[in-house]
């Protein structure tokens, strides 16, 4: 037997240890039956109902993994069964319905009931239980049961109301578990009906899921799911480069370009929910006078913004209804047209040499090329006689400041409406009453007002349209462009793009 | 002595509450309302303003600051508004990461620095050494972000035997005890377990450690240059001891007191780096978590974290100061 000195067994064991370093496994992404996730925001909470997290968009994708929402979506955003199979109103839309699936299993075996979707809507409409959209929940009331169909008067007649259980909020929780073992207990062993089971969550690290053998919708494709939280854009290109990630997200366009064209690598980008646009706040006389807003639309080349700024994955829009929307209207133009707007100018006394000034602010990175967007679009108006100064803030300052109607004459913003309806774009853009919108007028609110209610749809979306008309004509927002979402995978995988932007592991399959 | 100890802890103690003060009052007044953040499309103000009531933000300042100063006085640092859970259990989970990694790199940096610092003590009078000082000037310029992206192309890109994200790979489904995982993989002797921690910690102790390296061997080099020529240097030469044992038992015992004090400093700054470093590699400690409650405006987690970084200092540059003293004394002895 080799005897070894202390000195020895000491540089046995430190040499040992450095090989298995840098030896230790490779970076590669695990095992064929796991598909790992460069994710590009952390994951908060577990709760997909309460606090800030829950109207994050990009955060659906982990959510609809772990729970179910009442009503479906397909990923061309059309509505489909979920835990609800069907939903509706009575003739006269005071009462709403819904039938409950049956056989559904929560992840710790329990059955689920007609209860806990009451529970779910309940707690969600509770102004006090820290639902941001609680007010939408709170206008059903007075549940009834029987059987698996549930009926619910309408407090007040919400023509969106099943849109929304497919949207933010929109989850159903388990009410006796939830019940027994609180928040606390539940933001720390969370289940669901989803098609996957929480297995480990570390914070700012990784999530990691597991298949749920007992869903009732189809199979997942991979057993086990890890989403690791990568925010830094650069990492999440090196983790899909180095092989540590399958699969990633929201990355440069550049590098979405470029790493699509590498051997193993494929990508997909597709136009989603997701716009971008300047609100125009009617507050500086400046933004009152019709000729300078009508002359900042026309002045902007769109397309060019599409093409050059964003490689071409943007599609210019001229409404806040993006193509995909159902209250889109092709025919709505706002063209580029650059004499227009000198001539509109011109009608106010501006030119090049005598511009008129104000503040537009913009992020920097929240979107892509947000700011450069904006150095492009002031470098237009200056050749027709606008002369915009840039102002850089954060995101949540335009939060703050949008909500206290204190936004600089023209702001850029990102909008995101995954359900495609007009009330959650332009409705709650435009109308004064919301507490996101910039231009407020009593015009728009005549128009818009009576149609939060109408229970006729086809003139509720031809309502939206004419609105959307009226907004172009008097240049009171500048819609953009629509992006498109960058993902890039391993060429061995399928990716269908979702059009709301959520990467759901159960639309990747094998290839 | 007791009472120079206590009245350290009684600066500590004021020092932590003027921290206390000036955050809480600079977080309520630059921009950013976590509930601005919040308010969905068609929140009615009064939707708002139960929103804000929830997260109890709904009273005046000063009202705020006495329930938080309360609760603080109870150990009770509040829930987080995007975590949803308490503020004191999330920084119990993650400040061990972040402790971990900094020790790390504290322990790299002095054993690099210092390596370096007395081979061009060696070498000081040949043609070799400006070239020691040019590569420590480049280490010195290069920020531990700029680091982070080398590593990162080097060891997670072309070479890609390292990995770049996270504490540990999600698939060993490894359980742990305490949030230690270093000390707690090494003491349990689950060497695999070691391996990849430690793995993970390569690429982050790197990026945050070769900066400090290269001032820990700035400084000691420096010192070591003075050392050598004092008298009792110059004797021992006489006696005929090796260069090599005049640097490391006469001057280093001497220069090594300057350089503790700043890198106790430095190592305030290193735990101040672990804010972007931990978002570049998504490792899961109080600097990332930072970073995501700043984006939030997640006022009591903020308010955690900011008292968290204020003791660290202030034990820190305590832990030095004791340091300092028993390298040096003339110190010791006042």
Known sequence: ?511 | MTSGLLQRLGMAAITMIGVAVIVFVLLRVVPGDPIAMMISPGASPSDIAALRAHYGLDAGLLAQFVVWARDLAHGDLGTSISLHRHVLELLAERLPATLELAMASLVFAAALGGAVAVFGALIADTAMAPLVDAVNGLFLAVPDFIWAFLLVLAFGVFAPVLPLSGRIDPSLGVRFVTPFYLIESLLTLRFSVLVDIARHMIMPTLALGLPLASIITRVLKESLREAMVQDYVLLARLKGMSRLRLVLQEALRNAVAPTLALTGVQFTFLIGGTVIIERIFSYPGIGNMAVDAVINRDLPLIQGLTLVFGGLFIIVNGIVDLLVAAANPRLRHG
């Not at chain 1, 309940?122 to 698996?148: C, I, T, Y």
């Not at chain 1, 990633?248 to 971008?276: F, N, S």
């Open chain 1, 1 to 511: 037997m080799v005897q070894l000195n202390r000195r020895e067994a000491l540089a046995f064991g430190g040499a040992s240890f450095l090989t298995g370093l840098l030896l230790g496994g490779g970076a590669q992404a695990q095992a064929t039956d796991t598909l790992t996730i460069a994710f590009n925001v952390n994951l908060p909470s577990f709760d997909p109902c309460v606090g800030p997290s829950s109207v994050n968009p990009t955060i659906q994708a982990i959510y609809r993994s772990i729970f179910d929402q009442y009503v479906g979506q397909d990923p061309d955003l059309a509505l489909a069964p979920g835990l609800l199979t069907k939903w509706g109103w009575n003739d006269d839309k005071s009462k709403a319905w819904m039938d409950v699936r049956e056989g559904v299993v929560w992840h710790d075996g329990s059955p689920l009931t007609p209860e806990d979707i009451v529970w779910s809507i309940q707690r969600a409409g509770d102004a006090n239980g820290g639902n941001p959209v609680a007010f939408v929940w709170a206008s059903l009331v007075n549940f009834k049961v029987e059987g698996q169909r549930i009926t619910a008067d309408c407090k007040n007649f919400d023509p969106t109301i099943f849109k929304w259980m497919a949207f933010l909020t929109g989850y159903v929780l388990p009410k006796a578990y939830y019940t027994k073992v609180g928040a606390d207990g539940f933001e720390k062993k969370p289940i669901g009906t989803g098609p996957y089971m929480v297995d480990e969550y570390q914070g700012n690290a990784f999530l990691r899921l597991k298949r749920n053998d007992k869903y009732w919708g189809p199979k997942p494709a991979f057993e086990t799911v890890v989403f690791k939280f990568v925010p830094d854009g650069t990492s999440r290109v090196a983790e899909i480069e180095s092989g540590s990630s399958d699969v990633t997200l929201e990355i440069p366009y550049e590098e979405y370009d470029r790493l699509k064209a590498k051997p193993g690598l494929a990508g997909v980008c597709q136009p989603i929910t997701d716009i971008g646009m300047i609100f125009i706040t009617n507050v500086e006389k400046e933004m009152l006078d019709d000729n300078v807003r009508l002359a900042a639309i026309a002045a902007i080349d769109k397309e060019l913004i599409a093409k050059r700024l964003l490689r071409g994955y943007a599609t210019p829009i001229d409404t806040l209804d993006a193509p995909g929307y159902e209250a889109y209207d092709p025919s709505i133009k706002t063209p580029y047209d650059p004499e227009k707007a000198k001539k509109l100018l011109a009608a106010s006394g501006y030119s090049p040499e005598k511009p008129v000034k104000f503040t537009i602010q913009t992020t920097r990175g929240f979107k892509p090329k947000d700011y450069e967007t904006i150095q492009a679009i002031v470098g237009m108006w200056r050749k027709v006689g606008i002369e915009a100064n840039i102002e850089v803030y954060e995101i949540a300052k335009h939060y703050e400041l949008r909500a206290g109607h204190k936004l600089a004459p023209m702001a850029f913003y990102n909008w995101g409406d995954a359900i495609g309806d007009p009330t959650c774009s332009t409705g709650f853009a435009m109308f004064s009453y919301s507490p996101n919108s910039a231009w407020k007028s009593k015009d728009v609110d005549d128009l818009i007002g009576p149609l939060w209610g109408e229970k006729d749809e086809a003139k509720r979306i031809a309502g939206w349209k004419a609105v959307d008309k009226y907004i172009a004509e008097k240049g009171y927002v500048i819609p953009l462009v629509q992006y498109s979402q960058p993902i890039i995978y391993k060429s061995s995988l399928k990716v269908v793009a979702n059009g709301t932007g959520a990467l759901q592991p159960t639309l990747v399959s094998k290839g």
